[in-house]
């Protein structure tokens, strides 16, 4: 089983150095430059597929210019066959309480100035939620 890390772009933020799985589930992180890269992203995932839980660390989507994909966005969440978890600089990041998915995040984390700690957190809830994998 593995992660699907989907990391927006933050400008001048450095990645956030992570290992090559978390308790043996591999992680695999995809950077994307817009909302429709999120969307193709999120669609992507099929269930039956080696991804068990997604990671989303979306960066601000209220912008205007994201405005006309947000029924796609919401629709792409809805459709999403694994369980994911938000990470959020910001509390305004949060989609949940302006986008409305019917597939609820199973945690939304906010760790302003924190990114390592909010991907702590989320490597804790992964493994508890999934079990330890296998290191392949």
């Known amino acids: 089983m593995s992660v699907l890390i989907l990391q927006g772009l933050h400008t ?3 990645p956030v150095p992570l290992p090559a799985n978390w308790a043996g589930h591999d992680l695999h992180t995809v950077r ?3 909302i ?3 969307v193709a992203g999120l669609r992507a995932v099929r269930a039956g597929d080696d991804v068990a839980m ?3 660390e979306s960066g601000d989507l209220r912008r205007p210019e994201c405005r006309a994909a947000w029924p796609a966005l919401r629709s792409a969440l809805d459709q999403l066959p694994v369980p994911y978890i938000e990470l959020h600089a910001d509390a305004g990041e ?3 309480p302006w986008l409305h998915p019917n597939h609820a995040p199973l945690a939304t984390l906010i760790t302003p100035r924190d990114r390592q700690r909010g991907y702590a957190m989320s490597q804790a809830i992964t493994v508890r939620r999934l079990g330890a994998g296998h290191a392949q």
Request: net charge negative; no cysteine.
């Open 32 to 34: 994307y430059r817009d």
């Open 94 to 96: 949060a989609l949940e």
């Open 36 to 38: 429709g890269a999120l």
């Open 54 to 56: 997604v990671l989303l």
């Open 12 to 14: 001048g933020d450095a």
